[in-house]
């Protein structure tokens, strides 16, 4: 008698759901690494520029020391010439003075007397001129102290820098705006505005915009403030980009409200910070990448 094949039953899962987790730490993962190129980028230009700058303060303090060398060399050569001249005179007139007597003698003495005044007045100025070469160049080697101290401060500032804006980039949000779902990473206060600023991704205009019949322009575009609703800090303005209108009604504060320009595939958006009384505060961030759509 023959029995039925057993039938297996395979469970089939349910498909998984989209894993949008992967491409969002990919995307910080490679803004992190473009922000770490541009600040090397600006740390190398800093100091390209600081060593620029300390090679030509070298090479002008020197050249200065050295013209100063110089001329005090040529002043020492004439003082000391002097001195010879003077002193071969002295001798003469003490030759002089020997020979002579009376009346002639005591002319003689005065004029020796006048002599050695001399003599010495340019050997104090002898002595001047080689002081103020050795004052010069102590003055030199101060300033090229002061200037490595100077170079340090840079250095440990510039690092301070970068690890505050490593800091406040990894803060900043990621918020959805009303065009295409586009999403963007938004600035809430000054320095999250420096620290989007610093990554050079786009174009950053800061304004106050006060409710008025005259459109203000920031950037490329003007904006009219329609409404200021403080209690809610919601308002309502009027966009005019390309010669188009576009109204956006009851945004809230820190809401990215987006729109399209002609010259890019990127959207521009405004990002309103605080809603004061007829009075609106934020800034405008339009795309560096000017292509059109």
């Not at 899962?13 to 600040?39: C, D, E, K, M, Q």
């Not at 020796?112 to 007045?121: E, G, I, R, S, W």
């Not at 005259?214 to 200021?228: D, F, H, R, S, Y």
């Amino acid at each position: 008698m023959s029995t039925a094949p057993e039938q297996t039953s395979y469970i089939i899962p349910p498909p998984s759901g989209p894993n949008w987790r992967t491409p969002l730490a990919i995307g910080a993962f490679v803004l992190l690494v473009i922000f770490n190129v541009y600040v090397y980028i600006q740390m190398e230009h800093v100091r390209n520029e600081t060593k620029a700058e300390m090679a030509k303060l070298s090479s002008d303090l020197a050249a200065t020391v050295e013209q100063i060398r110089i001329d005090s060399s040529a002043s020492v050569r004439q003082a000391t010439k002097r001195v010879q001249t003077l002193q071969e005179q002295l001798e003469q007139q003490k030759m002089a003075a020997d020979r002579a007597v009376g009346q002639a003698k005591l002319d003689a003495q005065r004029k020796v007397d006048l002599l050695q005044k001399q003599v010495a007045t340019e050997q104090t100025r002898q002595q001047q001129a080689i002081d103020l070469v050795k004052q010069t160049a102590d003055t030199a080697t101060t300033k090229l102290n002061d200037v490595s101290t100077d170079v340090g401060t840079v250095k440990t500032d510039l690092s301070n820098t970068r690890s505050e804006l490593e800091k406040t980039v990894a803060n900043l949000k990621r918020v959805a705006g009303d065009v295409d779902s586009h999403a963007s990473l938004i600035a809430t206060n000054g320095k999250e505005l420096d620290a989007l600023k610093a990554l050079g991704e786009k174009n950053y205009y800061e304004f106050t915009i006060t409710k008025s019949k005259k459109p203000q322009k920031i950037g490329n575009i003007t904006v009219e403030l329609k409404k200021a609703d403080t209690k809610h800090n919601r308002y309502t303005i009027q966009v005019v980009a390309d010669d188009k209108r576009v109204e956006k009604k009851d945004r809230t504060v820190n809401e990215p409200v987006q729109f399209y320009t002609s010259k890019s595939r990127i959207p521009a958006e405004i990002v309103v910070n605080e809603v004061r009384k007829n009075t609106i505060v934020g800034y405008l961030a339009e795309p560096k990448v000017q292509i059109a759509r």
